[in-house]
Nanobody, 116 residues
Framework: QVQLVESGGGLVQAGGSLRLSCAASGSIFSINVVQWYRQAPGKQRELVAHITRDGRRNYADSVKGRFTISKDNAKSTVYLQMNSLKPEDTAVYYC??????????WGQGTQVTVSS
């Protein structure tokens, strides 16, 4: 099994930055992909970015050029650096992993609020 703990959310003004962290523990050797999702009130959950075991990254069009996903293997942590934040980025952000042996796991979510 894998446990995920997100942190770094908060309230920021438009144009500001935040860095989210997703710390993994447990059977981290089985993790293939780490994803960041977000869900705004009344909207469906949206895939924001993902990073694979070998470091390949992909982003939603809405965040390209503003968000950067990275990982620190020594700390078993994946980061989402969010710059030039917009009010429409306001959502609960979730970290999720896909594993080879145990399926998918989700964190508890962290709230990001961007004021105009």
């Amino acid at each position: 099994q894998v446990q995920l703990v997100e942190s770094g959310g908060g309230l920021v003004q438009a144009g500001g930055s935040l860095r989210l962290s997703c710390a993994a523990s447990g059977s981290i050797f089985s993790i293939n992909v780490v994803q960041w999702y977000r869900q705004a009130p009344g909207k469906q959950r949206e895939l924001v970015a993902h990073i694979t075991r070998d470091g390949r990254r992909n982003y939603a069009d809405s965040v390209k050029g503003r968000f950067t996903i990275s990982k620190d293997n020594a700390k078993s942590t994946v980061y989402l650096q969010m710059n030039s934040l917009k009010p429409e980025d306001t959502a609960v952000y979730y970290c999720s992993v896909t594993t080879t042996l145990y399926g998918d796991y989700w964190g508890q979510g962290t709230q990001v609020t961007v004021s105009s």
